[in-house]
């Protein structure tokens, strides 16, 4: 069965410091793999995708994710946090490209940016 | 874009009654929509897929008598939590895929939180 592990539920950061945040996954098929971000009083958001290619994937507000298959890991970073950025992210993953209807949450973490 | 809502935002009942949560797209069809249960501190779970005018399909433990779905038009679903008790108390959260999008794109509405006193 898959699963999703986000280690950390709360990361507080000071703007403009990096950041990352942990996302590791058991499955025993290929994926397909997903960060969603949460802001307050809000649905979830596809922030950014991994399905195939090219292993770092970016999204277009300076998040960056790379997959990496040996260590089943999915991190999320941005190398200088703003203020909006905080909010609620989680990661999941689907068994692509043949069931892709079902998304396996981790549990979120928490970005707190303080200025 | 692509807006699903949820409403109630919150809602208090007591144990015993049903309540019906309401999951909309605003803004677009949707073929499919997914209803998915949070608990605090705890990843969001699915529990049911819904398709237009046909039955939902259930998670496995996910009581179909218990969490109706109705799924009646391409822009809305609704799930009714009947006969509810102190432990439903948790936040529903509905997605919807949009007509014509690959599977794995779901739109998220912002949640229902659910007390049952």
């Known amino acids: 069965a898959q699963s999703v592990t986000q280690l950390d539920s709360q990361v507080p950061v000071f703007e403009e410091a990096p950041v990352e945040l942990r996302c590791n996954y058991s499955?025993?098929?290929?994926?397909?793999l997903f960060w969603y971000v949460q802001y307050p009083n809000q649905g979830l958001q596809l922030l950014l995708k991994y399905l195939s290619g090219s292993t770092l994937v970016k999204s277009i507000n300076g998040f960056e994710a790379e997959f990496n298959k040996s260590q089943t890991s999915f991190h999320l970073r941005k190398p200088s946090v703003h203020i909006s950025d905080t909010a609620e992210y989680f990661c999941a993953v689907s068994e692509g490209p043949y069931n892709t209807d079902k998304l396996i949450f981790g549990t979120g973490t928490r970005l707190q940016v303080f200025p | 874009g692509a807006v699903v809502s949820q409403h109630p935002s919150r809602v208090i009942c007591k144990s015993g009654t049903s309540v019906k949560i309401e999951c909309r797209s605003l803004d677009f069809q949707a073929t499919t929509m997914f209803w998915y249960r949070q608990f605090p501190k705890q990843s969001l779970m699915l529990m049911a897929t819904?398709?237009?005018?046909?039955?939902?399909?259930?998670e496995q433990g996910v009581e179909k008598d218990k969490f109706l779905i109705n799924h009646a038009s391409l822009t809305l679903s609704t799930l009714t939590v009947t006969s509810a008790h102190p432990e439903d108390s948790s936040f529903y959260i509905c997605s919807a895929r949009k007509l014509g999008e690959p599977s794995y794109e779901q739109y998220f509405g912002p949640g229902t939180r659910l007390t049952v006193t």
């Open positions: 499955s025993s098929v290929s994926v397909y």
């Open positions: 819904s398709n237009e005018g046909s039955k939902a399909t259930y």
